[in-house]
């Protein structure tokens, strides 16, 4: 099992991304109601690993953050599920 | 954390809050009415002109505008991406992968008009538009726009028409079939979202 997406916010973040070309970092803290401090420091383990790519720029003079899944991220959250899915049948 | 610090209820609750995710993940295509009104107006500007050169009543000179206009939809259509991009918080795949149609089919149109002028002469060189308008319009339709599947029917209907009219009209009703179809499609997009 995926380490790293042992955290729920970790793997909502893949989760959410999975269908997406991209999303806002404001947008994801929306969506998976967490603080931004707390999703940025989940996010910055997900770039590190290089399950995620960010893309920062600035739009009207403020910052703006990207997240765009990866091959890497896409294939490690199809065999974290599926031995979640294992884990849950294993299970009596 | 290690695996087996991760037990049955968590990994169930875990698995609930990926399907929830995805399922709320619909994929929604946004097509940007206002492209399609430029380009609805531009391919139907370059189509009467195309008639009006076969009809005698310009000069074959005046063809050249046409690629300026193509170039001015175009210009417009990657300074407005470039700014809805911007304000969007989120892009889908499928969103991507129509741009990548859209710009497929419009550039192979192009790439007709400027280099292959000598096979799809005159009003065939306009009617690879009505082609290329009505593949874009039938894509998003594919994905649920009813207004997309009606304006791409529009569009292959005056292609059928134009083709049997007299040579004439044939372009202004090729015309028609981009102003109505194509940018028509683009205004009802643009009244929706109001």
């Known amino acids: ?92 | 954390m290690s695996v087996e610090r991760l037990d049955a209820a968590a990994a169930q609750d875990h698995l609930e809050m990926v399907k929830r995710i995805l399922a709320e993940s619909q994929q929604r295509l946004c097509s940007g009415g206002e492209h399609f009104v430029v380009w609805g107006i531009g391919s139907a500007y370059i189509t009467v002109l195309f008639q009006l050169v076969h009809g005698g009543l310009l000069r074959p000179a005046a063809a050249w505008s046409v690629p300026i206009v193509i170039a001015a939809c175009a210009a417009f259509s990657i300074i407005r991406g470039r700014q809805t991009r911007r304000v969007l918080q989120r892009g889908s795949l499928l969103q991507r992968e129509f741009f990548n149609v859209l710009w497929l089919t419009l550039g192979l149109a192009f790439v007709v008009d400027v280099a292959v002028f000598n096979i799809f002469p005159g009003l065939a060189s306009a009617a690879i538009w009505s082609v290329a308008e009505a593949i874009v319009l039938l894509y998003i339709g594919m994905h649920g726009n009813r207004r997309a599947q009606i304006a791409g029917v529009l569009v292959v209907v005056s292609l059928v028409v134009a083709n049997f009219a007299s040579p004439g009209i044939a372009g202004y009703v090729l015309a028609a079939g981009m102003l109505v179809g194509y940018g028509g499609f683009g205004a009802s997009e643009l009244l929706a979202r109001e």
């Open chain 1, 1 to 92: 099992m995926d380490e790293l997406l042992l955290s729920k916010v970790r793997l909502g973040v893949v989760a959410e991304l999975l269908n997406f070309d991209w999303i806002a970092f404001s947008e994801l803290a929306r969506s998976l109601d967490v603080s931004n401090g707390n999703l940025g420091a989940h996010l910055s383990k997900l770039v590190d690993a290089g399950y995620v790519e960010e893309e920062k720029s600035f739009v009207n003079r403020r910052p703006l953050s990207r997240y765009r899944l990866k091959k890497r991220g896409r294939e490690a959250f199809a065999s974290h599920v599926a031995e979640l899915q294992s884990l849950l049948k294993a299970t009596p």
